[in-house]
């Protein structure tokens, strides 16, 4: 049995996928935690388990303690006024905050949203495009995600620093005693400050609606659905947690995935110069099959006993759907270890599947092809500046990630 969460797990898991997908595809695991959780690691079951109403997402469901208490791996768990989110609820409580939120973050408004995804692209690599190199994690993927999700919220540009800031602390926090100072104290205290700023936010925008997400919270709540304060907090919370870290790690990991593989990348940039955008949009899909930033989808706990894969889940029992294993399953990819930016035929997982499917799809959709598009064309012969091997994973139970992507390229003139 491989290793799992070592540091060389971190930097390269999918060998011990393969052997748990073949050898142990429902496994109960002990985690760094020290909580158990079966681990679900082939396609078929992952979808399955994804879309069973059986398995709940309300840690007050899990057998053990710790988990009730608050270790889902979500900042803000200890936080009981920013639990009643999305990822943490079922039905009917989830039907009802979800048609809610969904009114206002509708694919229209997200489109309406381009050329500021474009804007703030160009602006980012305005700021290095002169130098010959960059930190691509901390100078492009970081900032973009949080400034576009900031808009999108209503969250007024000169208050976006502030969430600049918390977002690093919690990301820092995602691994902890490998994250350049984030303690759990300083992610709690993070997480407070933002939760504070967002109810006041909230409050001073019901005087003053605008065509932002949150005026949109507003309005559906006062039209008669019943949205209270401390669930508009949460919603506002969680969407910039789950539309953070993952899009910075989607960027990350996809331009990492396009160096490594040349002509894979000449076939994209050739396409892009042409002006033909159709491969850039399987390309989007197919980097988050190949190398996906979400490891694991968020916990799930059994509510009555159960069976996946034939193995017997009892009541109570955490389990947690490995996407990125059941993304590289040859029971459902051709050649899955291969990566194929024209792949049609690609249902993966890398956004869930089921009521919790990925709200922000949209987004992140737009927020990746706004990127890959800019770097390519912009920076044509990008390439790393390390060695692979120097390269550093952040390596989480929920996310995976690079922590610095060092490249370099002809300054632009
Ligand atoms: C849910 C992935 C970007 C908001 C999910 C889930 C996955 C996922 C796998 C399901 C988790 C589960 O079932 O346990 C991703 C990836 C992204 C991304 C890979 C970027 C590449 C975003 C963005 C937003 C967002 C940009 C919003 C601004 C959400 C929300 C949920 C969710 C609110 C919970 C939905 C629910 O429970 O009904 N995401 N996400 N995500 N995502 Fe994303």
Redesign the pocket.
């Known amino acids: 049995m491989p290793e799992l969460f070592s540091w060389q797990f971190a930097t390269d898991p999918y060998p011990a996928y393969a052997w748990l997908r073949e050898h142990a595809p429902v496994r109960w695991t002990t985690l760094p935690s020290g909580v158990g959780a079966w681990l679900v690691t082939r396609y078929a079951d992952a979808r399955q388990a994804?879309a069973d109403g059986r398995l709940s997402?309300n840690p007050v469901h899990h057998a053990g303690e710790s988990l009730a208490k608050g270790r889902t791996g979500i900042p803000g768990e200890r936080n009981a006024d920013l639990m009643t989110?999305?990822?943490?609820?079922d039905p009917p409580d989830?039907t009802r905050?979800?048609r809610l939120?969904s009114k206002a973050?509708t694919p229209r408004t997200v489109a309406v949203f381009e050329p500021r995804v474009r804007e703030l692209t160009d602006g980012f690599i305005d700021a290095f495009a002169g130098r010959g190199e960059a930190d691509l994690i901390h100078e492009f993927a970081f900032p973009l995600?949080i400034h576009?999700?900031c808009d999108?919220l209503g969250v007024p540009r000169e208050d976006q620093g502030d969430f600049r800031d918390w977002a690093g602390m919690m990301v820092r926090h995602a691994v902890p005693g490998q994250g350049g100072g984030g303690t759990r104290g300083g992610v709690a205290r993070a997480v407070k400050k933002m939760r504070a700023y967002l109810v006041e936010l909230i409050h001073r925008k019901r005087g003053d609606l605008g065509d932002d997400l949150i005026s949109g919270l507003i309005r559906a709540s006062d039209h008669g659905e019943h949205l209270t304060e401390n669930e508009a907090a949460a919603?506002a919370f969680?969407?910039?947690?789950?539309?953070?870290e993952?899009?910075v790690?989607?960027?990350g990991n996809g331009v990492h995935t396009l160096l490594a593989h040349p002509a894979q990348r000449a076939a994209l940039q050739d396409s892009l110069a042409a002006g033909d955008g159709t491969l850039l949009e399987t390309a989007v899909e197919e980097l988050?099959r190949y190398d996906?930033?979400?490891e694991?989808?968020?916990?799930?706990y059994a509510t009555e006993p159960l069976e996946i894969g034939g193995r017997p889940v009892a009541a109570g029992d955490p389990v947690l759907?490995v996407?990125a294993a059941a993304d590289r399953d040859p029971a459902r990819f051709d050649t899955p270890d291969t990566i194929d930016l024209a792949r049609r035929d690609n249902p993966h997982?890398?956004?869930?599947?089921?009521?919790?499917?990925?709200?922000?799809?949209p987004?992140?959709?737009l927020?990746?092809r706004t990127a890959f598009a800019a770097l390519l064309t912009r920076l044509p012969d990008l390439r790393l500046a390390a060695e692979p091997d120097d390269l550093r994973w952040r390596g989480g139970l929920?996310m995976r990630g690079l922590r610095t992507l060092p490249v370099a390229f002809t300054p632009e003139a």
């Open positions: 994804l997402k989110h999305l990822l943490n609820i989830h905050l979800r939120v973050f995600p576009a999700i999108l919603m969680i969407l910039l947690f789950a539309g953070f993952t899009t790690n989607l960027i988050l996906g930033p979400v694991m989808a968020t916990w799930r759907v996407l997982l890398g956004y869930g599947h089921g009521i919790h499917y990925c709200l922000g799809a987004l992140a959709r927020e990746a929920i």
